[in-house]
């Protein structure tokens, strides 16, 4: 062994530079820091030594400490970056595996479009509510403003439960039971489930959804109508579409409307979807006709509004190209996929 | 409503441009379904006489013509066509389709050989030229169209073009009309609208018949008794006589055929077109059936037979309007004539009825009798009874300009239910407050104008009076919709209403998305089944027999026994789901439903008497099978929900007769139902919290799963999620972090089957203290070194104080406690792991 610092150091650089492992490392490193290693040993022994060699030798003996320390954490971080080098080898995947799939359910499409809906019309202010799907002839007719004898009035038409309750065929209904139960201003929007005679076909169902809208506020007009279903249309289907109002009738409105949208597909130039017009209609509307605000008990020359009406299936078929009516409600898990 | 457009030039002046004309009427209100345009593909079709008709010598059914078409052939001779139509015959005009010319759909005729015999064309047949079977005249419908003879007398009409000949270039629009308007179901009330749209005048036609005669009174032949005025507010009779019955020409054949109707002879033909340019239908009867001239108007007696002139034998009510003669019914008034006083070939002298009947009378009698003409449809609608007079002398004009009779001067004319012509006040300030608008009273009026009404003006104030035939307009509010309309919807602004409405939506509502949310998440699908379900489903479910879910709400007039009842629960309609998910080979399925049920105390069974509404409650079904389903998955799921709820404390009580399940993997989930309220005095501790049955769920019964042809074994629940919501509290609490740490202890008990990892949860939960932080299962063993009806169940037990780190004693003195009331509680062997 040699027992002056510099040959230790040179001693354990020549030990270090050969030291394959992390193990051969620390034998070094208890060869000469070790409490009884060699280093060690030398400053142990000073105690023999005059004042001023003692000093010179601790210089010394301590400057080769310190690098050799340096210098066996210089060669630990090689050795454990190899390591860990060998280690992500060992580990490496292979990515274009698949993942772990996780079960991820849909809500139902109907659903997701009454959500998307109810979510515009909230951002406009108005607020979400409801009413019964079993009604009675008053409510879903004769506040409506509906003729006696109109014959979407017939057992043909409508689902009768006795000769006064029937299956709302409309959800125009809750426009009354709101109107009579709150004061203006009123800004609702009524989601929900309505009931026709018809058989079921690809594109007929005899029960479906709508969305009603009722606004009734002083200095309501028209053209507020036309500036809301707009705004409705350009946030659902895109803001590059146009809308256009044609005058219509419905008994519960006047003036009458039904909004016409330009196609979402084509631009307007004419294709399947729009079956070569360009235009697609898209809901009813109109200014809420004097008789129905009188039956909610409001002041008629005060206050106006607008009422308006969406078929649900209708809207989420054109969006989402839906061919066949009948696919919301065989709940077949295949068509349900598509729309998570 | 089917359009020419070339009729409706005749009465006023629309752009040139179809489109341009479409464009505007449809922005105006009168939506257009479809356009149709003919004779555009027809080319090299010319009018042909036929020379003579000579046998084929190789065939029965063909012959062989040399068709006249004078210059248009190649060599400027007849041509020889060979045609198999049974009415062809020397003297005819037919179109006549030369070599190389073209026919709607883009057929090619060519010359060719028919059984070896040159044919140089084709002579046509209506149908062949474009026309939908049921238009072409009665005469033709079998064979050839032979062109009316009045065509002969046209100058070099020989080979000239048919479609120019003809006039088969027509455009045809096919109007939506709204049930408001039923005055546009006439060519005239459309012109109207166009007149109105592109501010032109409104050109009418005659109502009066050139040469009326005098030589007789109406009065002479018919009486005129309405006996029921409240259902016939009008009667007008015109008299014609010297009737010859023929075809009629061809300009009005030609009107009919474009307006989807069959021309048959002069006089049904007349009356046809009446209907359809004023919208008023017409009936005419041949005199010498109506016995001493009595034209009654009266109802039916209950079960009287008549035939009408469809031939079908009717039996009628009291409440149906028949016309009669004293003896015998005649007509079935404003549906159908009867059979015995129809035209004939013979018929002499005619009655021509312009009547206005009640069109909720007409209504009810089309209805019950089934029968739904032209002429019923309009009535049903409305047709303004000041127009009768005018449609019967258009009647009679057209007979006498056709001649096919003469027409006696004057009318019976009834009108018992004649009212004057209203004045409507419309303010200018409120029209414009609707619009948004700020229209001048000048330009409302103008607009109205046009529309043919009469207005008189004083400052903000329009008397407007429309015309008769406008029975929609009954209020000011109408007149908001023509000024706006005519003004055009296109031109109003488009602005938002300005308020401070702020928008939400209901508890309710938000708790519904909150479900989907946490169950979409889990992965399972919604779903949305019909409101309307089979009465069959609660037996295919085993629904106990005293269960209220069978108290139906029931349809009186459901599309079929599937759909006639309101459900009572999701349920059935579930496992239908579930069911067709396995029947079309999807290997698993997760479904739920958000979804009304319908509960009433009113009626039942067949019992009609139901006066209140029934009660809607929003159930909330989940089912499952394939893949890793199982009970305790679906338990997990309803944990979850629960928990996303906010509603703890919740027991599940096994239930073993539930019916619809299996006995031995059912259970019914009770949530409290003191929903956490913190009494208002601190003295008033609540009682014992009573429990609230929200469902049941777990293993679908296998007799169930059968009944639904599903195989494997299915999971599902249902519960009351108004209930949930009801008892759900979203708003959390902030809990401090644990401080200081955990001491666990891991426990493994033999015990019997009968003991119920509830049970003793619940034992350990009682005796824990408030140190006790919870007790987990996590393992169940049964099989080697257990003996049978014996099962080991280990427990992980978790204990922990909030303000200092317990000591070995502290948790040993609990433990201790909890082993023993175990031990004493459930009889089960204790074994410390």
Same mark, same amino acid.
């Given at each position: 062994?040699?027992? +002056? ?288 605000? +009188? ?46 | ?28 209100? #009168? ?9 555009? =593909? ?16 190789? *065939? ?12 248009? %052939? ?137 040469? =009326? ?121 404003? /549906? ?41 449809? !309009? ?58 608008? #700020? ?10 104008? !046009? ?54 939506? *209901? ?8 479900? !989907? ?16 379900? #089979? ?29 006639? /009842? ?26 739920? =439903? ?21 009660? =809607? ?37 096994? /239930? ?75 708003? !959390? ?23 119920? /990892? ?33 099962? %080991?169940? %280990? ?24 082993? %023993? ?13």
């Amino acid at each position: 062994m040699a027992d +002056k610092p510099e040959e230790l150091l040179a001693e354990a650089e020549a030990l270090l530079t050969g030291a394959a492992s992390e193990a051969d490392i620390e034998a070094v490193r208890i060869r000469f820091l070790g409490k009884k290693g060699a280093l060690t040993a030398i400053l142990r022994s000073m105690g023999s030594l005059s004042p001023e060699e003692r000093k010179e030798l601790g210089l010394k003996a301590n400057a080769v400490r310190d690098r050799i320390e340096v210098l066996i954490e210089e060669k630990k971080s090689g050795a454990s970056a190899t390591a860990q080098a060998q280690r992500f080898q060992a580990e490496k995947l292979d990515v274009t595996e698949p993942g772990r799939a996780f079960p991820r359910g849909t809500r139902h499409l109907i659903t997701q479009t009454i959500d998307e809906i109810s979510r515009i019309f909230m951002q406009l202010g108005y607020s979400v509510t409801e009413g019964p799907e079993v009604e009675t002839v008053f409510y879903n007719f004769d506040a409506l403003n509906a003729a006696p004898n109109h014959p979407s009035r017939d057992l043909t038409d409508t689902f009768y439960i006795t000769e006064d309750i029937l299956l709302r065929t409309q959800t125009s209904p809750v426009q009354i039971r709101t109107l009579q139960s709150t004061k203006p201003p009123i800004k609702v929007i009524a989601p929900g489930r309505c009931f026709r005679t018809d058989t079921p076909d690809a594109t007929h169902s005899p029960m479906f959804h709508q969305v009603e809208g009722l606004l009734v506020d002083e200095g309501v007009t028209m053209a507020d109508l036309k500036g809301t279903l707009d705004t409705f249309a350009k946030r659902m289907f895109g803001e590059d579409v146009t809308t256009k109002f044609r005058p219509h009738f419905f008994p519960f409105t006047e003036p009458s409307a039904e909004m016409d949208m330009s196609c979402f597909v084509c631009g307007g130039k004419g294709c399947r979807v729009c079956k070569g017009s360009g235009w697609i209609e898209i809901l009813g509307c109109g200014m809420v006709h004097p008789n129905v605000l +009188k039956v909610g008990g409001i002041d008629t020359e005060r206050y106006t509004g607008f009422a308006f009406g969406m078929g649900v299936e209708r809207i989420a078929m054109l969006k989402h190209g839906v061919d066949d009516i009948r696919h919301f409600y065989e709940n077949d898990v295949r068509f349900m996929k598509q729309f998570g | 409503m089917l359009v020419p457009v070339s009729w409706l030039k005749e009465y006023t002046q629309i752009p040139e441009d179809v489109k341009e004309f479409a464009d505007k009427m449809i922005l105006s209100g #009168s939506n257009i379904e479809t356009t149709t345009t003919f004779g555009e =593909e027809i080319s090299g079709v010319v009018i042909g006489k036929v020379l003579s008709v000579e046998p084929h010598e190789d *065939s029965d059914h063909l012959v062989v013509c040399m068709v006249d078409v004078s210059g248009a %052939s190649e060599d400027g001779q007849p041509v020889q066509i060979v045609t198999g139509a049974p009415n062809v015959r020397t003297g005819a005009l037919i179109p006549t389709a030369l070599h190389g010319s073209t026919l709607p759909g883009g057929v090619k005729i060519k010359k060719g050989k028919l059984r070896g015999v040159v044919s140089n064309g084709m002579l046509c047949s209506a149908g062949e030229l474009g026309f939908e079977d049921k238009v072409v005249p009665v005469l033709h419908k079998d064979g050839i169209w032979i062109l009316p003879e009045e065509l002969s007398d046209l100058p070099d009409i020989i080979g000239s073009d048919a479609v120019k000949a003809l006039g088969l270039d027509e455009t045809v629009i096919d109007f939506e009309i709204t049930p408001n308007r039923p005055d546009c179901l006439s060519i005239l009330g459309m012109a109207r609208e166009a007149a109105a749209v592109f501010d032109k005048e409104l050109t009418l036609p005659s109502f009066k018949a050139e040469g =009326e005669s005098s030589d007789a009174s109406p009065t002479d032949y018919i009486s005129v008794e309405i006996k029921k005025p409240a259902l016939c507010r009008r009667y007008v009779a015109r008299i014609a006589e010297d009737i010859v019955i023929k075809e009629s020409p061809w300009w009005l054949q030609r009107r009919l055929m474009f307006s989807g109707m069959r021309p048959i002879n002069s006089i049904v033909d007349i009356t046809n077109y009446v209907m359809l340019e004023l919208g008023h239908p017409i009936h005419a009867f041949d005199i010498r059936t109506i016995a001493q001239g009595k034209i009654i108007v009266d109802t039916a007696k209950d079960g009287e037979k008549f035939t009408t002139l469809d031939g079908s034998e009717r039996t009628l009510t009291e409440s149906m309007l028949l016309i009669n003669d004293g003896e015998k019914g005649v007509a079935v008034a404003g /549906v159908m004539g009867g059979l015995n006083s129809e035209i004939e070939a013979d018929t002499r002298a005619i009655l021509v009825e312009a009547a206005n009947f009640s069109s909720d009378n007409i209504r009810l009698t089309s209805k019950r009798l089934g029968i739904r003409t032209e002429a019923s449809s !309009r009535y049903e609608k409305g047709v303004s009874a000041a127009l009768s007079g005018d449609a019967a002398g258009r009647v009679c004009a057209l007979i006498s300009e056709t001649g096919s009779g003469k027409v006696l001067a004057g009318a019976v004319d009834n009108y018992p239910g004649k009212t004057d012509p209203i004045a409507i006040d419309v303010r200018t300030a409120r029209m414009n407050k609707l619009l948004g608008t #700020s229209l001048t009273q000048e330009e409302m009026e103008g607009f109205l104008r !046009r529309l043919g009404m009469t207005v008189v003006s004083e400052p903000g104030l329009l008397h407007v009076t429309p015309p008769h035939v406008r029975l929609d307009l009954k209020a000011e509010v109408d007149f908001s919709e023509e000024i706006g309309r005519i003004y055009g919807y296109d031109n109003l602004d488009v602005t938002l209403h300005k308020d401070n409405v702020e928008a939400g939506k *209901s508890y309710r509502w938000t708790l519904r998305d909150v479900t !989907r949310d946490v169950l979409t998440g889990l992965g399972i699908f919604e779903i949305q089944t019909y409101s309307f379900v #089979s009465p069959k489903g609660v037996e295919r479910i085993r629904l106990p027999q005293e269960s209220e879910a069978r108290r139906f709400v029931k349809l009186i007039n459901p599309l079929g026994e599937e759909n006639s /009842v309101m459900r009572t629960l999701l349920l059935p309609n579930l496992l239908e789901a579930l069911a067709l998910n396995a029947k079309r080979s999807n290997a698993q399925a997760a479904l739920f =439903e958000v979804g009304n049920t319908f509960r009433t105390d009113g009626a039942s069974d067949g019992d009609f008497s139901m006066t209140a509404l029934p009660t =809607e409650s929003v159930h909330l079904s989940i089912g499952a099978y394939g893949g890793n389903w199982d009970f305790f998955t679906l338990k997990g799921v309803i944990e979850g929900l629960l928990s996303r709820f906010g509603i703890s404390g919740v027991v599940f009580e096994p /239930v073993e007769d539930s019916g619809s399940w299996h006995p031995g993997r059912c259970a019914r989930v009770l949530i409290p139902t003191d929903f956490g309220n913190t009494p208002a005095d601190p003295t008033d501790v609540p009682a014992e919290p009573d429990a609230l049955a929200v469902g049941l769920f777990g293993e679908i019964h296998p007799d169930v799963g059968s009944a639904y042809d599903i195989d494997a074994p299915v999971y599902a629940a249902e519960l009351d999620l108004d209930a949930l919501i009801e008892a759900s509290n979203l708003m !959390r609490h902030y809990e401090p972090l644990d401080k200081y740490p955990a001491v666990t202890r891991d426990i493994s008990l033999l015990a019997s089957e009968d003991v119920t /990892v509830g049970q003793v949860t619940s034992i350990v939960t009682s005796n824990g203290g408030r140190i006790l932080e919870s007790v987990k299962l996590f393992d169940v063993y049964r099989g080697k070194q257990i003996p049978d009806g014996m099962k %080991s169940l %280990s427990f992980n037990l978790v204990y922990r104080a909030s303000d200092r780190t317990l000591t070995d004693e502290d948790v040993a003195k609990v433990h201790g406690k909890i082993l %023993s009331a175990l031990s004493a509680g459930t009889g089960a062997q204790l074994r410390e792991i």
